[in-house]
C-alpha cells in the first residue's frame, strides 16, 4: 500500500495570486506552542527574544545568496536573482532549544516541502532561506512576500515554496 505524502516534491498548478490576505507565517512548535512571524518582523529580527541571541545562532543572522534561480510550474527559468534572508536552521535554532528531526513549509495555497535536519546543517555556502528581499529589494506580496528559496535546486523548484504561511518542527522522539 503506497501511502501518499503531500509534501513529496510534486507539481502543482501555477497559483499567480496570494492565496489568502494574511502574509504572516505561523511556526508551529514540537511542544505544540506556535508563534506568529510577520514579513516585517523577520526582516528586522525584533521577534527574536532578547535572551535568545547568543551562540545557538550560526552568523550572520541574514544572509544573502546569489545566482538563484526560480523555475515555476507553467512559467518557466527565471533569473538569476540574489536572495537575502533567514536561514531556515536559525529559525528554528532560535525558537527551538530543544531536539527535532524534520521542519515542513507550507504555502497559505497548500502547497509544501520538507527538510531533514541534517539537510539544514550540513555546512554550505548557499544555505536554504526564509527570504524576504529579492535583489535588494523587499519582496511584494505578489513576489511570495516570504519566500522558501533552496538554492541547491536548479531543475524543477518543486521545494520553492512561495507565500510561506506554516512552518511546522517536528521532533520524532
Same mark, same amino acid.
Not at 3 to 15: C, F, G, K, T
Not at 84 to 105: A, C, K, M, S
Given at each position: 500500500?503506497?501511502?501518499?505524502? *503531500?509534501?513529496?516534491?510534486?507539481?502543482?498548478?501555477?497559483?499567480? &495570486?496570494?492565496?489568502?490576505?494574511?502574509?504572516?507565517?505561523?511556526?508551529?512548535?514540537?511542544?505544540?506552542?506556535?508563534?506568529? #512571524?510577520?514579513?516585517?518582523? $523577520?526582516?528586522?529580527?525584533?521577534? #527574536?527574544?532578547?535572551?535568545?541571541? *547568543?551562540?545557538?545562532?550560526?552568523?550572520?543572522?541574514?544572509?544573502?545568496? *546569489?545566482?538563484?534561480? =526560480?523555475?515555476?510550474?507553467?512559467?518557466?527559468?527565471?533569473?538569476?536573482?540574489?536572495?537575502?534572508?533567514?536561514? &531556515?536552521?536559525?529559525? #528554528?535554532?532560535?525558537?527551538?532549544?530543544?531536539?527535532?528531526?524534520?521542519?515542513?513549509?507550507?504555502?497559505?495555497?497548500?502547497?509544501?516541502?520538507?527538510?531533514?535536519?541534517?539537510? &539544514?546543517?550540513?555546512?554550505?555556502?548557499?544555505? =536554504?532561506?526564509?527570504?524576504?528581499? $529579492?535583489?535588494?529589494?523587499? $519582496?511584494?506580496?505578489?513576489?511570495?512576500?516570504?519566500?522558501? =528559496?533552496?538554492?541547491?535546486?536548479?531543475?524543477?523548484?518543486?521545494?520553492?515554496?512561495?507565500?510561506?504561511?506554516?512552518?511546522?518542527? #517536528?521532533?520524532?522522539?
Amino acid at each position: 500500500m503506497t501511502v501518499h505524502d *503531500p509534501l513529496a516534491p510534486h507539481s502543482h498548478e501555477p497559483n499567480p &495570486l496570494p492565496p489568502t490576505p494574511d502574509a504572516d507565517m505561523t511556526v508551529h512548535l514540537p511542544d505544540g506552542s506556535t508563534r506568529r #512571524i510577520a514579513p516585517a518582523a $523577520l526582516r528586522s529580527l525584533d521577534f #527574536i527574544p532578547a535572551d535568545h541571541l *547568543p551562540e545557538r545562532l550560526s552568523t550572520p543572522l541574514q544572509v544573502t545568496v *546569489p545566482n538563484c534561480y =526560480i523555475v515555476s510550474t507553467g512559467h518557466g527559468t527565471s533569473g538569476p536573482f540574489s536572495f537575502t534572508g533567514l536561514r &531556515l536552521l536559525d529559525l #528554528i535554532n532560535l525558537l527551538w532549544p530543544g531536539e527535532w528531526t524534520q521542519v515542513e513549509v507550507v504555502s497559505g495555497d497548500g502547497f509544501g516541502t520538507r527538510a531533514l535536519r541534517t539537510e &539544514l546543517a550540513a555546512p554550505t555556502s548557499r544555505p =536554504i532561506l526564509l527570504a524576504h528581499t $529579492l535583489d535588494g529589494q523587499p $519582496l511584494t506580496r505578489a513576489g511570495g512576500l516570504v519566500r522558501l =528559496i533552496v538554492p541547491s535546486e536548479t531543475d524543477d523548484a518543486l521545494r520553492q515554496v512561495k507565500w510561506v504561511a506554516h512552518v511546522r518542527v #517536528i521532533s520524532d522522539g
